[in-house]
């Protein structure tokens, strides 16, 4: 399942300076809850709002909505997620809370926007909304704490709203992963922490599991949507198959290595497959770059001669040390693929993992596949 940040395509570029921390979904549907629980018992809602995360942080929260009813109490939050990319800031988390019959215990369940598990090898079952096990637990916490300082039962029913939630999770991996009809309640501290990529990271993780729990023995890496269409048709692979990997292959192999399926597939363009041919396992430009140096190497030893050295060294780009070697009839793509398995190979070690490298042009057009 997707985590805090949600989102697959950045909404903004990374700030200059100090970077300003975020909350998670999970701690906003926290203190909504502890909110509505509040003033279901007082009659009165706290705002802000404060509650504990699991790592000693205590932030406080505005209210931007509260009601009481005859038959409960609501609260809601705009999240905040601080300078990181994250589809789901500003969206609205809104908790309402009911009395349930004594001996119903803690119940959630998932309103507009908030979506349904459907598909097994996420940490939530089937049928069950989606909200993640850590908020959960701090919300059952916080009812719980509440309820015995009021000396009560807590039989609550707690009900997670988002307005906008099914449009916002178009954004998110969460129609990929089976979960339907919204966004998911997440977080594993409360904190989102600026372009941490923790997010994505771990949304590859749960796109394995997925696929694992589903039987499947392939399953494709791709680092952008051109080059994961163009494997999807290749081996008319489902939907559930395909990994948004990104710049983050040390993401998906360091996780396959404990949790192997029988064949991986790779996919990408040619800049990104170069810098994984020279080791590098995060792809961003801002954390690794092309070694024009060794890919002039590379040129002269696939043609056999060193008259494109100076040209190379004084490119600007992997694209366009492709188009010199395009216009000298020189291969360049299947050597990369072959460096960039090796790096792969490496990096899976001793995994029963069957890995192969496909190199895919800007027109979709696959331009080279090692086994």
């Known amino acids: 399942m997707n985590t805090n940040s ?4 950045p909404r903004k570029e990374k700030p200059e300076g100090a ?7 999970g701690a906003c549907a926290t203190a909504a809850t502890k909110a509505a629980l509040t003033a279901l018992i007082t009659g009165e809602f706290p705002d802000p709002v404060a509650i504990l995360l699991p790592k000693g942080d205590a932030p406080h929260f505005a209210l931007c ?19 990181d990319p994250d589809v789901t800031h500003g969206a609205t988390i809104i908790s309402t809370v009911r009395p349930l019959p004594p001996g119903s215990g803690i119940v959630f369940a998932a309103g507009e926007g908030v979506g349904t598990v459907t598909r097994a090898g996420l940490p939530i079952e089937v049928g069950e909304p989606a909200i993640n096990p850590v908020p959960r637990q701090m919300m059952r916490d916080i009812v719980n704490e ?4 009021h000396q009560m039962p807590a039989d609550i029913l707690i009900t997670i709203t988002v307005p906008d939630g099914e449009e916002i999770a178009k954004e998110t991996w969460n129609p990929r992963l089976g979960i339907i009809g919204g966004i998911s309640i997440l977080g594993t501290t409360g904190v989102v922490h600026p372009f941490s990529c ?7 993780h749960r796109g394995i599991d997925v696929a694992r729990a589903a039987g499947l023995n392939h399953v ?3 680092t952008g949507s051109t080059s994961e269409s163009a494997a999807q048709q290749h081996f008319d692979a489902p939907e559930i198959a395909l990994l948004d990997m990104g710049d983050f292959a040390g993401g998906v192999l360091k996780y396959l290595r404990k949790h192997p399926v029988e064949r991986l597939t790779i996919s990408g363009g040619f800049a990104k497959m170069v810098k994984l041919a020279q080791g590098a396992l995060d792809l961003h430009s801002a954390r690794s770059q092309v070694d024009m140096k060794w890919l002039a190497e590379l040129t002269a ?15 600007n780009t992997a694209k366009e040390v492709f188009e010199i070697a395009q216009r000298a009839d020189i291969d360049l793509a299947s050597p990369v693929a072959k460096n960039a398995l090796e790096t792969v190979r490496d990096t899976l070690r001793d995994a029963d993992v069957s890995a192969d490298i496909m190199i895919v042009d800007r027109a979709g057009k696959i331009i080279a596949h090692e086994f």
């Not at 509440?146 to 300082?149: L, N, S, V």
């Open 6 to 9: 949600h989102s697959k395509v």
């Open 19 to 25: 970077l300003r921390r975020g909350w998670t979904t």
């Open 65 to 83: 909505y509260e009601a009481i009813n005859n038959t409960g109490a609501v609260a809601g939050i705009i999240k905040d997620a601080g300078d």
């Open 146 to 149: 509440i309820c015995d300082a």
């Open 198 to 204: 923790s997010a994505w990271i771990h949304s590859i």
């Open 220 to 222: 494709i890496a791709s």
């Open 301 to 315: 030893k696939q043609s056999g001669n060193d008259d494109h050295r100076a040209a190379i060294l004084s490119a």
